[in-house]
């Protein structure tokens, strides 16, 4: 009977322990996908970012904090930031950092070149989740085909 009760206690750990993002957010380690089911602060000067990254779901809030003058620089095109049920996105930029969401799959600086874009920050199926809040944002090379 203990055995089985350290077991169950021993899973039931790892569920509940909250989901986070794969990869560590640089160039050489993007955030590649995953489900953030706590609050994540984005603060170095860019994040990266080359698959679709879920904030949220129906029954646990995910909310995901950018801090002013935050470069957020996708690498693949297709790549999505996507709120649902209980998730929250907070980008308040300043009018000198303003956040932008661009795309740049050689990390040369050159945003947009060669047909580098990404595709977009969708709110779906939102539940009862706080607001979440957008200013000085920059949105620039987001494409999504059949959209």
């Known amino acids: ?37 706590s609050l994540m602060t984005w603060s170095s000067s860019k994040i990266y970012v080359s698959g679709d990254l879920t904030i949220g779901t129906p029954s646990v809030a995910g909310h995901l904090s950018i801090d002013p003058g935050v470069t957020v620089v996708f690498l693949t095109a297709g790549s999505d930031l996507i709120f649902t049920g ?21 990390d040369d600086g050159n945003y947009g070149e060669s047909g580098e874009t990404w595709g977009h920050v969708s709110f779906q199926s939102m539940g009862s989740a706080e607001a979440s809040a957008l200013s000085y944002c920059h949105f620039e090379y987001g494409y999504s085909v059949g959209a």
């Open 1 to 37: 009977m203990k055995r089985a009760l350290f077991l169950l206690s021993f899973i039931l750990s790892f569920t509940c322990l909250p989901a986070q993002f794969t990869g560590s957010g640089t160039y050489a380690d993007p955030y590649s996908g995953g489900t953030l089911t």
């Open 86 to 106: 209980l998730g929250m996105l907070t980008a308040e930029g300043a009018p000198t950092q303003k956040i932008t969401f661009t795309a740049d799959y050689d």
